[in-house]
């Protein structure tokens, strides 16, 4: 039986707008958010925009803006983990209510999720340390996703406008937010209306549109701009528009698009957002820096031994850049151990291909690549996850990546073992085959490292 890949269908007109909303979920993984969080926010933005009256370019930009508003999300969670010794999930995703410029919400928010669940001597200890990094830890943490979030839209091919307004997501009208402390017009407006927007679907969402209109009038001057509060609190409980964010949301968002603007994205702006969305996928830890990047590395080289066709190593390629997509769902808690997982942890640990098959089969110009990217833990002998397919089941291409993403793993530094030499990384291959890895894709592998063309990246300093 000669197994060969499923091709997607090449050349056709994918709208940009699919496929940016569908990443968008993924987005919204890493930021503790329930999926459709930046679509939702989305079209509260465009509404703001239209009443703004902002021009159809203007309208574009912001579209994108607000969907990709998290682009830089994933390179603070190890940090946050770190500085709450918490979830870093759950502390993003609660912390969208609290107002922490005011320091009795500060504390409070510190007192209930600093540490959970260890004795109260070491949770007043973090709180302690929380509060000696202060500001300047907070600034760090917006300024890192900032930064990255506003480079990684250009690589999208996105507008400076769109990466202008996603680097401003948490400037304050009054100068308080971050990075730069701009103060009124000196803020994007659009950035200004991205801030509302999801701040107003969070609220809206967890406590009820009486709740958000309060957070609205509370933090008028401060937070948001006076004029564009104005016209959020002016939108009726009748509109049409909380229903909307609701009720058929993914086919909603089409209708706030801006129809003069729509774009399409050929293969290679696919080609440049799965290598930027690995960039988000592997900022999420440090251990994992550039590893995406390198199973696509090692995965090509194997493929060009085997004599793949330009179109199957294209293929392969977003595949193996996106494959890990899934660990934006899991907890840095988990990632960064420096030690054994516990049962509990590994069944989390386990997940994050189902998470990236569910991820990738919503996203345009990807869903014929979910199938491969998330067999990426499969074994021969129907011992690996998440579905236990046996060997017959098991793709040349399938069998490549996992190949790859064992190598990759296996050749970079991990926190929880010793570094290991190439031919220690060899010697363990060669011992999972013929039984968990193809032995046929392995000997391709050798063959690709006796090149020397490849070197295993290294931990982000």
Known sequence: MRLVPFLPRNNVRIRLSEVMSALSYALDLVEGQPEGHSVRACMIGMRLGAAMGLSGSDRSALFYALLMKDLGCSSNAAKMCFLFTADDRATKGDIKTVNWRNPISSLRFAMTHVAPGSPMLVRIKRIIGLAAAGERA????????????????RQFGLSDATANAIHALDEHFDGGGHPDGLIGDQIPLLARIMGLAQTAEVFLRQHGLAAMRQMARDRRGTWFDPD?????????????????LYENTAANLAQYEPEEEERFADDQQIDDIAYGFAQVIDAKSPWT???????????????????????????????????????????????????????????????????????????????????????????????????????????????????????????????????????QVMAILQKNAPHGICPETLEALVAFSDQGTFKPYQVAA
């Open 138 to 153: 907070g600034k760090e943490l917006i300024q890192i996703r900032c930064e990255r979030g506003a480079r990684i839209a």
């Open 228 to 244: 564009l509060i104005d016209r959020l609190l002016a939108i009726t409980d009748a509109d049409a528009l909380w229903g909307d």
């Open 289 to 423: 820096f550039r590893h995406s990047l390198g199973v696509a590395d090692v995965a090509i080289g194997i493929g060009g031994v085997l004599g793949l066709s330009a179109a199957e190593l294209r293929n392969l390629k977003r595949a193996a850049l996106l494959h890990d997509v899934g660990k934006l769902g899991v907890s840095n808690l988990i990632l960064d151990k420096p030690a054994k997982l516990t049962p509990e942890e590994l069944t989390e640990m386990r997940k994050h291909p189902d998470y990236t098959y569910r991820i990738l089969r919503k996203v345009a110009g990807f869903s014929d690549l979910a199938e491969l990217a998330a067999s990426h833990h499969e074994r021969i002998d129907g011992k690996g996850y998440y579905r236990g397919l046996s060997g017959m089941q098991l793709t040349r291409d399938i069998r490549i990546l996992c190949v790859s993403d064992m190598y990759e793993a296996l050749a970079a530094k991990r926190p929880y073992r010793e570094d290991l030499n190439g031919e």
